[in-house]
Each structure stands twice: as structure tokens, then as C-alpha cells.
């Protein structure tokens, strides 16, 4: 069977597995502190329906979040380490669709504190933003490293193998990594499901 052919049944198996649970789809990027986020990149490869997806929530005020920016630069002006600052300004750029801006809030904020997967798992949002797919998953799989538990680099790292880089057997095995973490949620659960019917067409 052809790569585009089984690509497009599994993403049709997503929007038939998960309608009924959407706001824990397979399509969706987790950003910090947040249940889902929808990615906003556009896929490579053949284009996956996206009929399960949810509008996208409205962004901040553009004039507010231009003032809160400019604020926090007056205040990393004067204080190039503070790392509230940093981070609130890279998610800002975040929530008004200024990827490259974000990531380089984010990389002074991990020059300072290198540690917080978090922070890194938003940067690598931003860089599948940006269409850098592979960098994505190093960022991704950094911020696995520093925090063995954490749940949501591990979600991305699936979600870019399986809709921008097409690889269905490595999108398994990054879930399977992310299961051995959290082998009984909700998410976990339609996973493992989900996992299967990818397995059926890949063998």
C-alpha cells in the first residue's frame, strides 16, 4: 500500500475514532498549562482532513498584547534576566502568530534556564510553526530529556512524525514512550486505540 494512501486512512480513522472525544484529538499541538492547542502550521505531504477540528480560539486583543510587548521590552531592557519576563513576551508572540519573534524570547529565556520543558516544548510549536519540522522534534525531544515525566513534548513529537514528516511507525513509537509516562488518562486511552489501527496498516 502506498505511504499517501495509508496516511490518508489513518487520518480518516482519527476523524472516525476521535469525533466523539475532538477536544482530545490527534490533531492538535498541547501547549503549556493548556488542555489542546490547535496547531497552525500547514502539513506537508498529502493533506489530512481536518473536518474534527474545532475552530481555533480567538487570539488577544492586538492593540493590548502590543502594549503588553512593549512593556516587558522597556522591562528586559533594563533587566536582560528576568525570566517571567522573557517567557510572558515569548508567549505573547505565541498568541499573536509571531513565531520566530517567540523563539527568540524563548531561546534568551533557556539560555538563562535550560531545564524547563515547558518553555521548550512552546519553542518547538513555534518552530513546526515555521515549517522546521525537524527542529521541532529536537526541541521536543530536549525537553522530554530534562523532565522524564513530562507529557505534552512526547504528545508533539507524534503528532509532527505522524502529519509533517508522514512516518506512522515512528509517531507509534513516540506515543508508545509517551503511554510508559501516562498509561491511564483519558488521552492515554484513545491513543492506545488509535495506536492500534495504526499498527493494522503499516504491517
Given at each position: 500500500?502506498?505511504?499517501?494512501?495509508?496516511?490518508?486512512?489513518?487520518?480518516?480513522?482519527?476523524?472516525?475514532?476521535?469525533?466523539?472525544?475532538?477536544?482530545?484529538?490527534?490533531?492538535?499541538?498541547?501547549?503549556?498549562?493548556?488542555?489542546?492547542?490547535?496547531?497552525?502550521?500547514?502539513?506537508?505531504?498529502?493533506?489530512?482532513?481536518?473536518?474534527?477540528?474545532?475552530?481555533?480560539?480567538?487570539?488577544?486583543?492586538?492593540?493590548e498584547a502590543?502594549?503588553?510587548?512593549?512593556?516587558?521590552?522597556?522591562?528586559l531592557?533594563?533587566d536582560?534576566?528576568?525570566?517571567a519576563?522573557?517567557?510572558e513576551?515569548?508567549?505573547?508572540?505565541?498568541?499573536?502568530?509571531?513565531?520566530?519573534?517567540?523563539?527568540?524570547a524563548?531561546?534568551?529565556?533557556?539560555?538563562?534556564?535550560?531545564?524547563?520543558?515547558?518553555?521548550r516544548?512552546?519553542?518547538?510549536?513555534?518552530?513546526?510553526k515555521?515549517?522546521?519540522?525537524?527542529?521541532?522534534?529536537?526541541?521536543?525531544?530536549?525537553?522530554?530529556?530534562?523532565?522524564t515525566?513530562?507529557?505534552?513534548?512526547?504528545?508533539?513529537?507524534g503528532?509532527?512524525?505522524?502529519?509533517?514528516?508522514?512516518?506512522?511507525?515512528?509517531?507509534?513509537?513516540a506515543?508508545?514512550?509517551?503511554?510508559?509516562?501516562?498509561?491511564?488518562?483519558?488521552?492515554?486511552?484513545?491513543?492506545?486505540?488509535?495506536?492500534?489501527r495504526?499498527?493494522?496498516?503499516?504491517?
Amino acid at each position: 500500500m502506498k505511504k499517501e494512501t495509508i496516511i490518508l486512512s489513518v487520518a480518516i480513522a482519527f476523524v472516525v475514532g476521535f469525533v466523539a472525544g475532538a477536544a482530545v484529538g490527534i490533531v492538535y499541538m498541547v501547549k503549556k498549562g493548556e488542555t489542546l492547542r490547535p496547531m497552525q502550521a500547514e502539513p506537508s505531504g498529502p493533506v489530512l482532513p481536518q473536518a474534527a477540528e474545532p475552530t481555533e480560539p480567538q487570539g488577544p486583543d492586538p492593540l493590548e498584547a502590543a502594549a503588553k510587548i512593549k512593556a516587558l521590552k522597556d522591562i528586559l531592557s533594563k533587566d536582560p534576566k528576568n525570566l517571567a519576563a522573557w517567557v510572558e513576551l515569548g508567549n505573547l508572540y505565541f498568541d499573536t502568530n509571531q513565531p520566530q519573534e517567540a523563539i527568540e524570547a524563548y531561546q534568551r529565556y533557556l539560555a538563562l534556564k535550560p531545564d524547563n520543558a515547558d518553555v521548550r516544548t512552546d519553542m518547538g510549536i513555534m518552530y513546526r510553526k515555521l515549517g522546521q519540522f525537524d527542529r521541532a522534534i529536537e526541541e521536543f525531544k530536549k525537553a522530554a530529556q530534562s523532565d522524564t515525566k513530562h507529557l505534552n513534548s512526547r504528545y508533539n513529537i507524534g503528532i509532527v512524525l505522524l502529519h509533517d514528516k508522514q512516518d506512522i511507525k515512528g509517531a507509534i513509537r513516540a506515543w508508545e514512550d509517551y503511554i510508559k509516562v501516562d498509561p491511564s488518562s483519558e488521552r492515554a486511552k484513545r491513543l492506545k486505540a488509535q495506536m492500534e489501527r495504526m499498527r493494522a496498516m503499516v504491517k
